[in-house]
């Protein structure tokens, strides 16, 4: 794998508040490793760790990119999903920000079903198609097609099993996190005190509440990948 200089600063982690975990009686003992303190009963996570494991996901997603490798980010509860649709928009990838459909990834085939027909309804839309129909029958295909847009727009252009999955809060995207691992799609998990850190493939213990601490964690990954991403099509 490459290794390259992905710019990691403590001073800018801990201007982010990525340090800081949940208090010390909501926390999973797994996490101790990661933990280097408690401060007014909240734990405190060692940033040293955090760099290491953020540069070695940063490695990965850049040389994933350069192979022309697809990527999904999923991050759901209401602080992150802002910063997972502009990550993701920005990074060309592919990505899910206001609930997990249960199946998404393990029954792909029901996935792709509904991606044709939220397709197919787009079309019909932008053709005027939809209102040449009745009304009512109108109506019923317009609301079809504002749920699919509501769970299904970051995946439109997905045409398959994504290679790797950047989940933002573990604890919220369990379920996506399981499929991911059935699927044998590789992870990379941004980790909480409260999380099992022996999940994803890597694990980037930090603060998942904090939008600063989102933000920076992300846009680390999101420059990776579009640093991969102009060395791929440098070289096709």
């Known amino acids: 794998m490459t290794r390259r200089y992905w710019n990691i600063h403590l001073e800018e982690m801990m201007e982010a508040g990525v340090h800081f975990g949940h208090g010390t009686r909501k926390w999973n003992p797994r996490m101790a490793p990661y933990i280097s303190a408690k401060r007014k009963g909240?734990?405190?996570t060692n940033l040293t760790k955090t760099a290491r494991f953020l540069s070695e996901a940063c490695d990965l997603v850049f040389d994933a990119a350069s192979r022309g490798k697809q990527f999904l980010i999923v991050g759901t509860k209401n602080k992150a999903a802002d910063l997972v649709a502009r990550a993701a928009i920005k990074a060309r990838c592919h990505y899910v920000n206001k609930k997990w459909l249960?199946?998404?990834?393990?029954?792909?085939?029901?996935?792709?079903t509904r991606l044709h027909k939220f397709r197919d309804l787009r079309t019909e839309q932008k053709t005027g198609k939809l209102n040449r129909l009745p009304k009512r029958d109108a109506a019923i295909l317009k609301r079809e097609l504002?749920?699919?847009q509501t769970?299904?727009?970051?995946?439109?252009y997905m045409t398959g099993l994504p290679d790797i999955v950047i989940i933002v809060d573990q604890q919220e995207q369990y379920t996506a996190l399981r499929e991911c691992i059935t699927s044998g799609i590789p992870t990379i998990c941004?980790?909480?005190?409260?999380?099992?850190?022996d999940l994803a493939d890597i694990s980037i213990p930090a603060n998942d509440d904090a939008i600063a601490s989102i933000r920076l964690i992300l846009n680390k990954l999101v420059f990776a990948i579009c640093e991969g991403r102009s060395s791929y099509i440098r070289n096709p």
Do not use: Q, V
């Not at 249960?102 to 792709?112: A, C, D, F, I």
């Not at 769970?151 to 439109?156: D, E, H, P, R």
């Open 42 to 44: 909240i734990h405190i």
């Open 190 to 197: 941004l980790i909480d005190t409260n999380c099992d850190p």
């Open 102 to 112: 249960g199946g998404m990834l393990t029954n792909w085939s029901t996935t792709e």
């Open 146 to 148: 504002s749920h699919l």
């Open 151 to 156: 769970y299904l727009g970051g995946i439109k």
